[in-house]
């Protein structure tokens, strides 16, 4: 899989090869058997059911880093953050912030386009109670990293949602840029930021998770500083 990962030539590539990887037994079974089970909502619907890719410009300047893909969201609509309310948080801030064409994402045929931006997940398949287990996260990193080297020509930002994805970019450091990761780690927090030199300048998010959302801990307002930063820092209008 590490192996597979290194040789995606372009993201293309590399969206068809994550599409099929079945490295985490307890990831597969439980992305198979919810898109088989599926939500009473959605029983008409063909699940996606397999690893969810990145999404976004190939020539991103921002990148959005995320946990997981949502069992009944992406898992479903083989889109990250698509059909789900995070994915309504997310991209309606995104569309406010002149980065994406529309608010909403409901289907991956539903027209949405993102502009100097790219979303992706540490863990590219949906995990039981949104919970990725250390291996899982270390197992799927290969995925990551290579997109990140991808898209490093333009990368400049990236934005980790939660403490997950934070946590998740210090390994990127070291087998993409060749740079250690700073000592002590920064502490996540909304509005962190960590400056990186050499590698693209990381700001810390809260997740747009419902329990954030839905409690006022995380507000469009907050999102819409988080996005204007992004894009200043990465040079985009
Ligand atoms: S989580 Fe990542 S490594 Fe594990 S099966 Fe899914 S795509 Fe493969």
Not at 9 to 37: H, I
Not at 82 to 100: E, I, K, N, Q, Y
Not at 110 to 137: H, M, Q, S, W
Not at 167 to 173: E, I, S
């Amino acid at each position: 899989m590490v192996a597979r990962a290194a040789r995606a030539t372009d993201l293309a590539d590399l969206d068809g090869a994550v599409s099929n990887c079945f490295a985490c037994p307890r990831l597969v079974a439980w992305r198979e058997e919810v898109a088989r089970t599926k939500r009473a909502a959605f029983r008409d619907q063909e699940y996606w059911g397999r690893p969810v890719p990145g999404f976004g410009a190939p020539d991103a300047r921002i990148g959005i880093l995320g946990l997981a893909p949502a069992a009944h969201g992406g898992n479903r609509t083989g889109r990250i953050f698509t059909g789900d309310r995070s994915g309504d948080v997310l991209f309606a801030a995104l569309h406010r912030a002149g980065l994406a064409n529309q608010p909403t994402s409901v289907a991956a045929d539903d027209g949405l386009a993102l502009r100097d931006t790219r979303i992706f997940a540490a863990v590219r398949c949906a995990p039981p109670d949104n919970k990725p287990t250390p291996v899982e996260r270390d197992t799927c990193a290969p995925w990551l990293h290579r997109e990140v080297a991808l898209i490093r020509p333009t990368l400049r930002v990236v934005v980790a949602l939660g403490a997950f994805a934070w946590a998740a970019w210090w390994p990127v450091l070291r087998d993409v840029y060749g740079t250690r990761p700073p000592t002590p780690r920064p502490a996540f927090g909304h509005g962190a930021h960590w400056s990186g030199m050499s590698a693209p300048d990381l700001l810390g998010c809260y997740h747009v998770s419902q329990q954030n959302t839905f409690t006022g801990r995380l507000t469009p307002g907050m999102l819409d500083d988080v996005f204007a930063r992004a894009k200043q820092l990465a040079g985009v209008d």
